[in-house]
């Protein structure tokens, strides 16, 4: 046997002559992160990380070729590992930060600043987890932040941490007959999210900058870009499996660097930062988006509720701090409270960004500094005061949510579904933390199904989405199926997209529930800004019509000192000819979106999610819009039965 390993090494050395191991590489990382890292060692990373830039690009490729682990996987769990080592071993976080930013740095696709911040934040977070956890490993790490929407086996963790379902109550014969609405007018919502704002935009500033995110105070512009051509894919071969090893192919880092184009640019001929805000990466004007809620406000006097869907902050996540957090988190609720009025209710849910660092939600029993989520809660909960009740104000001290009566009959749950979110770190320190957020989900549910009360459930990040840990996206599911007679509609944001989300019953496939994307009122990215207006019936508190208005940037920006020009971009029933906005009618119109031979309205639909931006919409070809359509019928992440249904239907149209 060991003779025919042997072989099997010296005919794979003939063919890949510098073939390296996960462990092997590993120990690379640690020796560089100690400067113990020999010129080899220095050029074995710089060819492993040659390799995962371009690979990151062609991973749907990957899997489609070879069913074994992916490239990015592979380096990534190296990477990990070793600063699992290097814990372990003691070193400080210091050392790691100088150490990573050094090596991210050397990449040239990020700033030397943006690196070192990003690090600097993050860095307390891991290694903590790393020091109080024994369960983390590498692989979860990887599997979480790596996972794609369409393939579970791209990156692997198998964690059986991970592997807990919520307990649902039986449903009740009989319920309590719920009050009634005094008024027989509709409810009327606006529902707006993704504000993002900077306060540090620069009108006529630097949009092609050096950085991820631009247009801000202090930026450079752009000196290069890198170009990747992928004719032929070559990542399906980096990866050779040799004695059930997989082993990464450092050779073909030649040829990757060989497609890896560097072109010198001279981005101070770039048309500079918008006045109204810029389609490029660039996030909100302060005035843009007070701007937004005056017009929401004088335009629709007979708002009753606003939903504020989260997102607050900008995208500058290398150099976020506690105060310009609390700044923008103040200034938000402030402005809406000035220009709707003490009468108009504004119920809010947490996005993402709101966090210090970027998307980490640690449990309640983390108290540390730099680690703990709880100076958020706590500011939210004052800012919110006038909102709120003292129940709901506990509870998002508690956990960033809260339930809350709005009206006879109707209740909203606004749950902080970011615990969920595969790029939050304390997935890996607490995997129950994010159930016990469904728990309290399922308990608020059945108080609102016990008083025959209906309910909106406000969640930032859409359900479905690779964002979400599947056993989340599973679970969520199930609940909503269980509840579907007490919820009357469900409110998201995050994707900045004006889309909505249909559920099936995971038993028999029938359509249950919809969940309404915001849209955002930001550009960030590509995207023109909009509102909507939600109609809702006043006796089963289901939405009866969307409303959606934008303005359009380029439109805006040729005439800064006037105001935009916001007009309606959709009535949905009327856009549509839908009878109604129910489950069914929803289901029945992507079906015909997916079958119509002229491709009219599934064409509308992607006009209408893309809010018709200079910058998307022009370019959405046919494989677009079936993308589009299919993101709207998957809730739970990788059940793309209906999905595939659709794009089935819609080639064969």
């Known amino acids: 046997m060991k003779l025919h390993i042997g072989i099997l090494l010296i005919v794979g050395s003939s063919v890949a002559t510098h073939l390296i191991s996960s462990d092997d590489l590993q120990k690379v990382f640690v020796r560089y992160a100690k400067n113990e890292a020999s010129e080899y060692d220095k050029k074995t990373i710089q060819d492993a990380l040659n390799i995962y830039w371009p690979a990151s690009s062609e991973a749907k490729i990957q899997n489609e070729r070879r069913p074994g682990e992916s490239v990015t996987c592979l380096i990534c769990r190296s990477a990990f590992g070793a600063l699992f080592d290097l814990v372990r071993e003691g070193a400080t976080d210091q050392t790691l930060i100088s150490s990573v930013s050094t090596l991210c740095a050397s990449l040239g696709f990020v700033t030397p600043r943006a690196c070192r911040g990003i690090i600097e934040l993050n860095i307390p977070i891991l290694t903590h987890i790393i020091k109080t956890t024994p369960q983390a490993l590498p692989r979860t790490f990887c599997g979480l932040v790596l996972q794609r929407s369409d393939n579970p086996l791209y990156c692997a963790y198998d964690d059986p941490r991970f592997q807990w379902t919520v307990d649902l109550p039986r449903q009740r014969a009989n319920r309590n007959k719920r009050e009634s609405e005094d008024r027989n007018t509709p409810l009327t919502i606006a529902v707006i999210s993704e504000a993002h704002i900077d306060p540090l935009y620069q009108p006529n ?25 992928s004719e032929e894919p070559l990542t399906g ?148 005061d006038f909102y709120l009740n003292a129940e709901a104000k506990a509870s998002v001290r508690q956990r960033g949510a809260f339930a809350m009566r709005v009206r006879p009959g109707l209740r ?21 933390d994010a159930k016990r957020h469904l728990d309290w989900l399922v308990q608020e549910l059945h108080k609102a199904e016990i008083a025959g009360d209906k309910v909106h459930i406000l969640g930032h990040i859409p359900p479905g989405v690779h964002d979400f840990i599947y056993t989340w996206t599973r679970e969520y599911n199930r609940i909503v199926t269980r509840f579907a007679s007490t919820i009357a509609g469900e409110f998201t944001g995050h994707t900045h997209g004006d889309e909505f989300k249909i559920f099936y019953s995971l038993q028999n496939g029938r359509p249950i529930s919809i969940a309404w994307g915001a ?15 939600a109609t809702i019936d006043p006796r089963s508190f289901e939405p009866t019509n969307f409303v959606s208005y934008i303005y359009n940037l380029t439109e805006a920006n040729l005439n800064p000192n006037v105001r935009p020009r916001w007009f309606q971009l959709y009535d949905l029933r009327s856009a549509f000819g839908l009878r109604d906005l129910s489950p069914t009618s929803m289901d029945a119109l992507v079906n015909r979106m997916a079958t119509q031979r002229n ?55």
């Open 519 to 533: 849209g955002s009122v930001t550009a960030y990215t590509n995207f023109n800004l909009n509102y909507k207006i």
């Open 237 to 384: 071969d980096a990866v050779t499996k040799i004695n059930n090893e997989d082993m990464l192919n450092l050779d073909i880092s030649a040829q990757m660097r060989n497609r890896t184009k560097v072109k010198r640019v001279d981005s101070r001929n770039s048309p500079p930062a918008g006045f109204w805000g810029d389609y490029r990466n660039c996030d909100t004007p302060l005035w843009a988006f007070d701007d937004a809620i005056q017009r929401v406000a004088s335009a629709h006097r007979n708002v009753d509720v606003v939903y504020y869907m989260g997102d607050s902050i900008d995208h500058h996540v290398w150099e976020t701090t506690y105060e310009l957090i609390n700044e923008v988190n103040a200034h938000i609720i402030d402005k809406m409270r000035k220009e709707f009025g003490n009468n108009v209710l504004v119920v809010p849910s947490i996005g993402n960004h709101e966090s210090q660092p970027t998307n980490q939600f640690a449990p309640t029993t983390v108290r540390g500094a730099k680690l703990n989520t709880t100076w958020l809660y706590e500011g939210l909960a004052k800012k919110w």
């Open 599 to 653: 491709r009219n309205l599934i064409g509308l639909y992607s006009k209408f999610l893309l809010k018709m931006s200079d910058r998307r919409w022009p370019y959405c070809n046919d494989w677009c819009k079936i993308d589009n359509l299919c993101r709207s019928v998957v809730t739970v992440l990788w059940r793309r039965e209906k999905c595939d249904e659709l794009r089935r239907l819609f080639w064969l149209a």
């Open 412 to 432: 909203v749950i606004s749950v902080n579904n970011n615990v969920a979110f595969k790029s939050n770190w304390w997935l890996v320190y607490d995997p129950l």
């Open 205 to 229: 500033g630097v949009a092609d900058c050096d950085e991820p995110t631009c247009c801000r105070k202090g930026q450079k512009p752009r000196t290069q870009i890198y170009e990747y051509s």
